[in-house]
């Protein structure tokens, strides 16, 4: 399939203005382009990784710390609890479109470390809440805190990479998620042995330690991100003209200043609402297996230690085929088909889960690694799908803010739909991940048909102009 942006429509004379510009006669050896890229890579992936890492880790260790005791030691209704957990999407969907205007009007390298910064302190003060609402203001605060990094690292991504370069990167990120999740059920298996230190119980030690940690990293990335290719200070004036080529060679007439023409703009872009329905599909089943996982698992028969342990398989899992598929989607320029197949085996996990009796435990734990694949790796593909076929930084920021804002309305309801009243098979949440994962199967195959289509009206429009100079870069990737 043709690896390519947005739609046929040419970009406005405002773009023009303000877009890149190349030299057509120079040219990147394959071997320097691979070899800048991997620097690239050790400069900036592991820091961004490491950032979502604690993000993820931040957010989802509540649920380790409710079988650990949070819930008796706050002395929590079952609905105060599902009510502290969708506080923080409430807050994080809120935020997320002006974070990202607020992280193109700044810059990356200010913005990204200082929210981490701050949400890693709130993380802290989570360890010494007495009541409810002392919990809902720390998990209200979390939302708004987090809400910057995710889209404003995908937009990040876009600025260092080629378009053919961005999904096994975004997935090496996302992967982060899957790792919180497996060192998140080892974190908390030892650290709620630090029960009575301090004359704290070992639940609030979950949350200290991680907060601890998050500022560690939030100081390390003020000192590792950095804007972009032209104010790289670990690329050497070659290289720095190498990659700045590369990538305006791939974005060409694409509109980089700021612009609220293009702000609005993404709003009308019917692929943005149709990435937003997909995100929302596979979020709502990715926040509530994230959140739920441990109490699922404990749902089968096991003891809190023994279920905080048995998360980790799930998401080593889910790490493997999330970078894997990522790989392949770049090798091969596809992201709508491989999209499918994985939104379909996250469909039979959480059919498995409904269909098959309580009593076959081995098939139910096994349907929670069939769960973990296909959401995470979905969620990993399309993303990016969506920032490949954006034309312009304000509007691709824009965008990637307005699908994960929507997207993050699935963590709202994701917060409630696994209730202490349907354990232990839980139907109805994995009826609604069930269903909510149709839904995200369905748009991706639409979405991919238009998408399709668009690329035919161009191909059409060129054979009748003879136009062929520079019309790869105007073709959606599919």
């Known amino acids: ?4 942006v947005s739609s046929p429509i040419p970009p406005n004379p405002e773009s023009c203005a303000a877009s ?26 592991p820091i961004i990784t490491l ?65 981490c910064l701050g949400w890693g302190i709130v993380m802290t003060m989570h360890g010494i809440v007495q009541n409810f609402g002392g919990l809902v203001a720390c998990r209200l605060l979390l939302g708004f805190l987090e809400a910057g990094l995710f889209p404003g690292v995908v937009f990040l991504l876009t600025i260092w990479y ?74 050497s004036p070659p290289d720095k003209k190498a990659l700045k080529a590369l990538l305006a060679r791939d974005s060409a007439s694409e509109a980089q200043d700021f612009s609220w023409s293009e702000v609005r703009g993404a709003f009308t872009e019917w692929k943005v609402w149709t990435s937003a329905i997909i995100c929302l599909g596979i979020a709502l089943p990715t926040f509530s297996f994230a959140l739920f996982l441990p109490s699922i698992i404990r749902g089968l028969g096991f003891t809190a230690a023994r279920s905080q342990l048995m998360t980790v398989p799930p998401y080593v899992a889910a790490f493997v085929f999330t970078i894997s598929v990522g790989w392949v989607s770049d090798r091969y320029k596809s992201r709508g088909i491989p999209l499918l197949i994985f939104t379909g085996v996250g469909i039979i996990g959480y059919a498995v889960q409904v269909a098959i009796p309580h009593s076959h435990l081995g098939a139910k734990y096994f ?38 804002a929507v997207g993050q309305l699935g963590g709202i309801a994701g917060a409630y739909i696994y209730r202490e009243q349907n354990a232990p098979r839980y139907l109805l949440g994995h009826g609604l991940a069930l269903g909510f994962l149709a839904m995200a199967f369905v748009t991706t195959a639409l979405q991919w048909w238009l998408l399709k289509r668009e690329n035919e009206e161009l191909e059409r429009k060129e054979a009748a102009e003879g136009v062929v100079s520079g019309a790869e870069r105007f073709r959606n990737t599919l």
Request: glycine content about 8%.
């Open 367 to 404: 349907a929670t690694f069939l769960s973990a694949v296909g959401i995470f790796t979905a969620s990993g593909l399309n993303i990016p799908w969506l920032s490949n076929n954006l034309r312009g930084h304000s509007r691709r920021a824009t965008g990637s803010a307005v699908q994960v």
């Open 20 to 45: 890149s510009t190349y030299d057509d006669d120079f040219e990147i050896d394959p071997k320097e382009q691979a070899r800048i890229l991997r620097k690239v890579d050790l400069h900036l992936l």
């Open 51 to 115: 950032l979502y890492l604690m993000s993820f880790l931040d957010r989802s260790s509540i649920g380790n710390a409710k079988i650990a005791g949070l819930a008796v030691s706050l002395d929590l209704l079952p609905v105060q609890y599902n009510i502290a957990l969708s506080i923080f999407f409430i807050s994080y969907v809120s935020f997320e479109i002006p974070s990202n205007i607020l992280l193109k009007k700044l810059s990356p390298s200010l913005w990204l470390p200082s929210i």
């Open 162 to 235: 080629p378009r053919h370069a961005l999904v096994f990167r975004f997935c090496v990120f996302f992967s982060a998620a899957t790792l919180a999740g497996a060192f998140g059920g080892l974190l908390a298996r030892g650290l709620v042995e630090l029960d009575g230190v301090g004359g704290l119980e070992g639940w609030r030690w979950i949350f200290i330690i991680e907060g601890i940690a998050t500022v560690v990293v939030a100081v390390l990335a003020y000192m590792r991100i950095q804007d972009s290719p032209s104010t790289a200070q670990f690329l």
């Open 1 to 4: 399939m043709k690896e390519e």
